[in-house]
């Protein structure tokens, strides 16, 4: 199982869900850091990934390894983190075989409607629980 984990600008977001995959997930499981760019994988690296790439053409290859794609709903809407996401990127993504775990985080000129206001604890409990299942792994309790 490789797990992808994207995100941008720093990588805070993608370092956290990094961080809770990591306690919460059999070692065998593979999580692979892509980012937009390389002080976003340095950070999320240092979170216990196993792998890292930045880039587009890197992020577009890897996607194919990639079981689930886990991140902020920013990585399929093109030119978000500020233009960093190319229209390349987000297309990569969102038409990847992999499924894909998106947390729906706030980004200027997007409205989700329907979406209740979650902390991002919360919702990175959620990420774990869900990737759990599908591993056939027992709910552990957060």
């Known amino acids: 199982m490789v797990i992808a984990v ?3 600008m720093g990588g805070s977001i993608g370092r956290q869900i990094v961080t809770r995959l990591r306690e919460n997930l ?3 499981v593979e999580i692979m850091i892509l980012a937009t760019n390389a002080i976003a994988a340095s950070n999320m690296m240092k979170a216990g990934a196993n ?4 880039g587009e053409n890197a992020l577009s290859f890897s996607l194919k390894k990639a079981d689930i794609v886990v991140g902020p ?3 399929v809407i093109p030119n978000s983190f500020m233009g960093e996401l190319t229209p390349k990127m987000a297309e990569s993504i969102a ?3 992999a499924e894909k775990i998106l947390l729906p985080l706030s980004h200027p000129h997007v409205n989700l409607i329907g ?9 990175m409990e959620e990420v774990v629980k869900l990737i759990r ?8 309790k957060q």
């Open 73 to 75: 709903i920013s990585i």
């Open 95 to 97: 038409g990847c075989e």
């Open 115 to 123: 979406v209740e206001q979650i902390p991002l604890p919360h919702l």
């Open 51 to 54: 792998r890292a790439a930045s």
């Open 133 to 140: 299942k599908k591993l056939g792994l027992k709910e552990v």
């Open 26 to 28: 059999p070692g065998e």
């Open 6 to 8: 994207i995100d941008g």
